[in-house]
């Protein structure tokens, strides 16, 4: 074969395997420890029993993520080589919440030592679950428009930043668990009702933008940073994501719908590697504009 390229990711992209199939990427898989068993994860291959895995990790038992190490990359890149390919676009998930980004920047310079007639362009995604999803679905459009490699590789590091992602947390406690908050912050939040929205920041690092009191109102307050956040040109496809929360998802959805500004609305399960550290419920919206200053 003599591909010009291949745009890959990670399994974080928590897309469902039937988008994935029609984006025709790779999706690299990633580990997540429950209790004590290492699992991996890849959506573009198989699904898991999201209500079993949420019950779990609501219920406390033991979770973590953990890395893909660089021999993970390299025998992507090796097997991708093999298949006649000579460039590779990675979009990886973002350095400011695991160290993948590294791995897979040592992993490409390794390659392409050995093989000097091979570039691969790993591009810090500064994203995140959907968001990244998001992301890859955006660079796939411009591929697929007739984009080459380097104009392609160019137009991923653009447009990163124009991706935005909110999102209100359920489960404190397990956000205490993950050290996200602390005992006491968790304990009263339960007690008052009161949610997180979180957001990203220019780092592709998790921040608290601001607490609401109640879920109803959360969903509400998401929408809010769409109408507000979002570029009107670009902006009229939405992802709604949820960790084994669908009601909520939908109904965040019908909210977004109501504004009437999007065309095209898609709800998305949130996969274990992001929902060890959330719990559920959980949900999200993803759009294209302008990041929260």
Same mark, same amino acid.
Not at 52 to 66: C, M
Not at 94 to 105: E, P, Q, R, Y
Not at 111 to 136: F, N, Q, R, W
Not at 195 to 221: F, N, Q, Y
């Given at each position: 074969? *003599?591909?010009?390229?291949?745009?890959?990711?990670?399994?974080?992209?928590?897309?469902?395997?039937?988008?994935?199939?029609?984006? *025709?990427?790779?999706?690299?898989?990633?580990?997540?420890?429950?209790?004590?068993?290492?699992?991996?994860?890849?959506?573009?291959?198989?699904?898991?029993?999201?209500?079993?895995?949420?019950?779990?990790?609501?219920?406390?038992?033991?979770?973590?993520?953990?890395?893909?190490?660089?021999?993970?990359?390299?025998?992507?890149?090796?097997?991708?080589?093999?298949?006649?390919?000579?460039?590779?676009?990675?979009?990886?998930?973002?350095?400011?919440?695991?160290?993948?980004?590294?791995?897979?920047?040592?992993?490409?310079?390794?390659?392409?030592?050995?093989?000097?007639?091979?570039?691969?362009?790993?591009?810090?995604?500064?994203?995140?679950?959907?968001?990244?999803?998001?992301?890859?679905?955006?660079?796939?459009?411009?591929?697929?428009?007739?984009?080459?490699?380097?104009?392609?590789?160019?137009?991923?590091?653009?447009?990163?930043?124009?991706?935005?992602?909110?999102?209100?947390?359920?489960?404190?406690?397990?956000?205490?668990?993950?050290?996200?908050?602390?005992?006491?912050?968790?304990?009263?939040?339960?007690?008052?009702?009161?949610?997180?929205?979180?957001?990203?920041?220019?780092?592709?690092?998790?921040?608290?933008?601001?607490?609401?009191?109640?879920?109803?109102?959360?969903?509400?307050?998401?929408?809010?940073?769409?109408?507000?956040?979002?570029?009107?040109?670009?902006?009229?496809?939405?992802?709604?994501?949820?960790?084994?929360?669908?009601?909520?998802?939908?109904?965040?959805?019908?909210?977004?719908?109501?504004?009437?500004?999007?065309?095209?609305?898609?709800?998305?399960?949130?996969?274990?590697?992001?929902?060890?550290?959330?719990?559920?419920?959980?949900?999200?919206?993803?759009?294209?504009?302008?990041?929260?200053?």
């Amino acid at each position: 074969m *003599n591909q010009e390229y291949i745009v890959v990711s990670d399994a974080t992209v928590d897309l469902d395997k039937e988008i994935l199939d029609r984006l *025709n990427v790779r999706i690299i898989p990633m580990i997540y420890i429950l209790d004590g068993k290492e699992c991996y994860y890849n959506p573009a291959e198989e699904t898991i029993d999201y209500k079993e895995f949420y019950e779990k990790v609501n219920a406390g038992v033991p979770i973590s993520t953990s890395q893909n190490p660089p021999t993970v990359f390299t025998d992507y890149y090796k097997e991708l080589i093999a298949e006649g390919y000579k460039n590779i676009l990675y979009l990886c998930f973002s350095s400011g919440l695991s160290g993948n980004h590294n791995s897979a920047c040592v992993g490409a310079q390794e390659m392409m030592e050995k093989h000097p007639d091979v570039t691969i362009k790993v591009v810090d995604s500064l994203c995140a679950s959907v968001g990244e999803g998001y992301y890859l679905q955006e660079v796939c459009a411009k591929r697929d428009a007739g984009a080459g490699f380097e104009e392609l590789a160019e137009y991923a590091e653009k447009i990163k930043r124009k991706v935005c992602h909110w999102f209100v947390v359920g489960n404190l406690e397990q956000l205490k668990r993950g050290g996200r908050i602390n005992a006491v912050e968790a304990k009263l939040g339960a007690i008052l009702n009161v949610h997180p929205i979180l957001t990203t920041d220019a780092e592709g690092k998790l921040k608290v933008s601001e607490k609401v009191r109640g879920m109803k109102k959360a969903l509400k307050e998401l929408v809010g940073k769409f109408t507000k956040y979002a570029e009107a040109e670009i902006s009229h496809r939405v992802i709604v994501a949820h960790a084994s929360c669908l009601e909520l998802a939908e109904e965040l959805k019908g909210l977004a719908l109501e504004t009437g500004k999007i065309k095209e609305c898609i709800i998305q399960q949130i996969g274990p590697v992001i929902g060890a550290h959330t719990g559920s419920p959980m949900c999200a919206i993803v759009f294209m504009g302008e990041q929260e200053e």
